[in-house]
């Protein structure tokens, strides 16, 4: 036995306490969340940073825009069906979607619709914070990003059904490309791709789920990379299907899904057509003193295109 | 026990730097970072100080963490080393309960044991290996052994540990290599010792 084992061996031995002590965790936050009235929303830009939103390829249908319900029972899981049979039904589908074979210069505009869980609070910085309540946000959103990432870009925002004025969020360049040239167009090569490039601090099966999404959200993925997503996502361990869910934007779907530490990640397919519809994420075990079946985010792929300009509609 | 160390996105979506960013307009969001480091930050700090002590580092550490999430460089995507840093200078506040906590493993009288006789054999030469390695880390320089235990206990490479500390990478392998023979040295010195009592 070498010196580090035998460190090692002590380290074991010293730690009495097999989980940290659940006390502290309300110590700590009960003094780190100051704030003045009620959050506002943090801004949704998308893609790598605070906010996941979804996307897909191929042009759907503007959706009947309802209000996401607040959650209440999660789906349950169907143990018997076969994730990876959908995810093949899925990949095929993909490969009927459009080769839209976008130019450098150009944009891709993706129009969704996303709802997120915020919490409201109030409380100052020596105070505790006091809870006061959670609502959900939900939006139309249109976004543009540019193809390799140099051009300027735009969010576009709105209450969902409100038919209000947008906000505008200007992207500034450069961004992340919308659009990677040469991503793994077989299972294996994405499979390999998507554990290699998965920078998340995550559980590497979680993470390379996980990555699926962060690939697909608001890019263009030409018909045959996105197929390879889809067979990829077939071989992550813990891959199961929920097969009754609805969309963001209300349509109704079968999810193929992955749950990690009390949250349930789903990418949600048309159950007829198997086209990608959307993903959300939802509380299914213990997490952060949510309520189960609390919907923390989903968002649904009503459009997606390649335009030449800003503010431009396909 | 491997995993409860490994690093987890409570969330999934949201890299620590992008957390702290947005926990600026909405601290509510800081709770994803306690969730993602504590369970690790609390291990390691138990393994040192107790678990008493470890609670009041790890929570001075967030709370640390808090009031300076504005400085954090947000070209680093993961706060880990950021946090290990903090706490690492908490505990070594704590120096001299840091070293009574050692020695009173050291030192500790050897619990009565039953049992078939290779248990006993076994627990006995464990106790006895442990003591030995407690008192070799007591013998190491506090630089030393700070560098060396954050190596052992805790799941961060040496990379990591270089950042931690604020040391060049160069220097984390040469203080732990020696810091490695001096425990070895202890360790066999101990053992002669040990052998020369029992005759």
Same mark, same amino acid.
């Given at each position: 036995? %070498? ?20 006390? #502290? ?24 940073? #605070? ?5 897909? &390829? ?9 209000? /996401? ?22 990949? !095929? ?17 993706? !129009? ?30 249109? &976004? ?12 576009? #925002? ?9 906000? %505008? #969020? ?16 077989? &299972?294996?090569?994405?499979?390999? /791709? ?52 609805? %969309? ?10 992955? !749950? ?55 | ?8 996105? =409570? ?6 730097? @992008? ?36 609670? *009041? ?49 050291? @030192? ?13 054999? *076994? ?17 190491? =320089? ?34 732990? =290599? ?22």
């Amino acid at each position: 036995m %070498d010196e580090m084992t035998m460190i090692k061996d002590l380290g074991e031995s010293l730690a009495r306490e097999p989980q940290a002590p659940g006390g #502290l965790r309300h110590r700590v936050l009960s003094s780190t969340r100051p704030g003045t009235a009620t959050v506002r929303r943090p801004r949704r830009l998308g893609r790598r940073g #605070l906010v996941p939103v979804a996307a897909f &390829a191929a042009v759907l249908l503007a959706a009947t825009l309802v209000v /996401y319900g607040r959650g209440g029972a999660v789906e349950p899981v169907d143990a018997s069906a076969d994730a990876p049979r959908l995810l093949l039904a899925a990949a !095929e589908a993909a490969l009927d979607g459009p080769d839209l074979a976008p130019r450098p210069d150009q944009l891709v505009y993706v !129009e969704s619709v996303d709802s997120a869980l915020v919490t409201e609070y109030t409380g100052g910085l020596r105070d505790r914070l006091r809870l006061t309540g959670h609502h959900r946000e939900s939006n139309e959103r249109q &976004a543009w990003w540019s193809v390799d990432g140099t051009r300027d870009g735009l969010v576009r #925002l709105r209450p969902q059904g409100s038919g209000g004025a947008w906000e %505008d #969020l200007p992207l500034t360049a450069p961004q992340p490309p919308a659009y990677l040239a040469g991503l793994p167009e077989d &299972a294996a090569g994405m499979r390999e /791709y998507l554990y290699r490039n998965s920078h998340g601090a995550n559980p590497r099966h979680e993470q390379a789920f996980i990555t699926i999404g962060d690939l697909i959200r608001e890019s263009y993925l030409p018909p045959r990379v996105l197929a390879a997503a889809f067979q990829a996502a077939a071989g992550i361990p813990g891959v199961e299907v929920v097969p009754n869910v609805a %969309d963001a934007a209300g349509r109704p779907g079968v999810a193929v899904a992955r !749950e990690d530490h009390g949250i349930r990640h789903e990418l949600i397919f048309d159950a007829k057509t198997y086209r990608f519809l959307g993903e959300r994420s939802i509380v299914v075990g213990r997490f952060e003193e949510q309520p189960r079946g609390t919907v923390r985010y989903a968002s649904a792929v009503v459009r997606l295109a390649v335009v030449d300009q800003i503010s431009q509609h396909p | 026990m491997a995993s409860r160390l490994t690093p987890v996105a =409570s969330d999934g979506a949201l890299e620590d730097a @992008s957390v702290l960013r947005a926990s600026r307009e909405n601290p509510e969001l800081f709770a994803v970072l306690y969730d993602r480091y504590a369970e690790q930050l609390f291990q390691y700090a138990q393994r040192r100080l107790g678990p008493d002590a470890a609670q *009041d580092v790890v929570a001075e550490t967030f709370l640390a963490a808090f009031r300076h999430r504005a400085r954090y460089d947000g070209t680093r995507p993961i706060a880990r080393p950021w946090l290990f840093g903090i706490l690492v200078k908490e505990i070594a506040r704590h120096r001299r309960k840091e070293r009574t906590y050692l020695k009173a493993v050291a @030192s500790a009288p050897r619990e009565t044991v039953d049992g078939p006789a290779e248990r006993v054999v *076994d627990e006995v030469m464990a106790w006895a290996s442990r003591a030995g390695v407690a008192a070799a880390l007591l013998a190491l =320089s506090a630089r030393e052994r700070e560098l060396l235990l954050l190596i052992a206990w805790s799941e961060l490479s040496y990379e990591e540990a270089a950042e931690v500390l604020g040391l060049p990478i160069g220097t984390v392998r040469s203080r732990l =290599s020696r810091a490695r023979q001096k425990v070895r040295r202890q360790l066999a010195e101990g053992t002669a010792k040990n052998v020369r009592n029992e005759r």
